[in-house]
């Protein structure tokens, strides 16, 4: 989970991230301050007369190079090449709206949108209808709001990609594309659904890629095509072909850690259970981040001979770059060390492509010969954040114990 200052900064880029993708008709500032079609982010082709709702282009740039730049800092070498997959969604049409003059409606909305207890109407490019607010009339805020209700409509599988780009340096371009009203998300090429798309809290989704050692957080982007280069609400200043660039956050990714027991020989008369101590510290050294047990389990059968356990970074919050201590506690009540049992101030790695484990520590047991009798339950718990009537509680649930001879139990 993000904490509250990290959180606050995050929303703020969604913000700027949306300012580069508002509706047409709004004003536009580009990063250098210049407005629409000048050489910064949202900049087109203008068409004036007649409006284009065929035939149109949007480059997407999801901004990356900027992390791979000499004086970027922290510098991530492998941003420029990473793959980037970059999504539309079409949510809406788009058609002439001959009241209005030289300006469109939207059409067949897929998406169900709320905001300030108004009615948005975006059937209507603009209206002069009390209480309700077109797109013409949407705030920065209630656009970004716009733009998670319709990440939410992703998350629930209501709506569905229309195209599909991969992007691995300066972004993708569309073309051909009709009117309408579009989500843009960008995401880790090869991440399933479930791994890319996250939230911290349910107003606050993003979708992410990954590098060795970052992971680029991305807010979703609502895009109205065509652009409207100028402040007139109808009119002249209708842009062909448009641009967006994607604000990201980077932040360091956590990885998980595998702990890899081998026994040479088991006794087979009992169970046997070996326990670890895992300890890290962030970059410095200084700053306790995890300090947990762990067990590893064998069944009395003799059926296995090796087993692992996972340190899940996103429970234990280790990234890479942290200092990682592993001890091995317990050696089981019948078995003697054979290898090392300490593993001390490990930095962690980036994980090989395609994994999440940044680090295997291996252990090795052999039976010594008795028969002394050990065993044992590793307990599970989960922490647990909930907000009721503006009251938080923060709490550790139990959620269940592991049992080497019947799996998982509560």
């Avoid at 107003?203 to 991305?218: K, S």
């Avoid at 994994?355 to 590793?378: H, K, M, P």
Wanted: charged share 20%; net charge negative.
């Amino acid at each position: 989970m993000i904490d509250k200052r990290k959180r606050s900064l995050f929303a703020l880029l969604l913000v700027l991230a949306l300012l580069v993708s508002l509706p047409a008709g709004r004003a536009l500032a580009a990063e250098d301050d210049d407005p629409v079609g000048g050489s910064g982010a949202g900049a087109g082709t203008t068409e004036e007369n007649p409006m284009p709702l065929t035939g149109l282009s949007l480059k997407v740039d999801p901004d990356l190079l900027k992390y791979a730049a000499e004086d970027a800092n922290p510098k991530d070498s492998e941003a420029a090449n990473t793959l980037v997959q970059i999504e539309l969604y079409q949510i809406a049409g788009a058609a002439a709206d001959s009241a209005h003059g030289l300006t469109y409606v939207f059409t067949d909305p897929l998406v169900d949108f709320a905001s300030g207890g108004k009615t948005i109407d975006i059937t209507k490019y603009s209206t002069e209808a009390a209480n309700t607010l077109a797109l013409i009339d949407l705030t920065a805020t209630e656009w970004a709001a716009m733009a998670q209700t319709a990440a939410t409509a992703l998350k629930n599988g209501t709506i569905s990609v229309t195209h599909t780009a991969t992007s691995q340096t300066e972004g993708a371009t569309f073309t051909d594309l009709d009117g309408g009203l579009y989500l843009v998300i960008a995401r880790g090429k090869d991440m399933t659904k479930d791994e890319y798309l996250n939230s911290d809290d349910p107003n606050n989704i993003y979708t992410i890629a990954n590098t060795g050692v970052f992971e680029y957080r991305f807010a979703p982007a609502l895009v109205a095509l065509p652009g409207n280069g100028t402040t007139s609400t109808a009119g002249g200043g209708w842009l062909k072909d448009n641009e967006v660039k994607l604000k990201n956050e980077q932040v360091y990714r956590y990885v998980d850690l595998e702990l890899k027991k081998t026994l040479l020989h088991i006794e087979t008369s009992n169970h046997a259970t070996f326990v670890y101590h895992v300890i890290a510290y962030d970059e410095t050294g200084e700053n306790l981040v995890y300090d947990n047990y762990h067990s590893i389990s064998f069944n009395k059968d003799g059926s296995v001979t090796e087993n692992t356990k996972i340190v899940e970074g996103t429970a234990s919050k280790i990234k890479v770059g942290y200092k990682v201590t592993v001890i091995e506690e317990y050696d089981g009540a019948c078995y003697k060390p054979a290898g090392t049992t300490k593993y001390e101030n490990v930095t962690v790695p980036a994980p090989p492509e395609g994994s999440n484990i940044a680090r295997t520590f291996e252990f090795t047991n052999d039976f010594d010969g008795t028969q002394t009798n050990g065993y044992g339950l590793e307990n599970h718990f989960k922490y647990v954040v909930t907000e009721d009537g503006g009251t938080t509680t923060q709490e550790w649930v139990f959620t269940g114990c592991e049992d080497p001879a019947g799996g998982t139990s509560k």
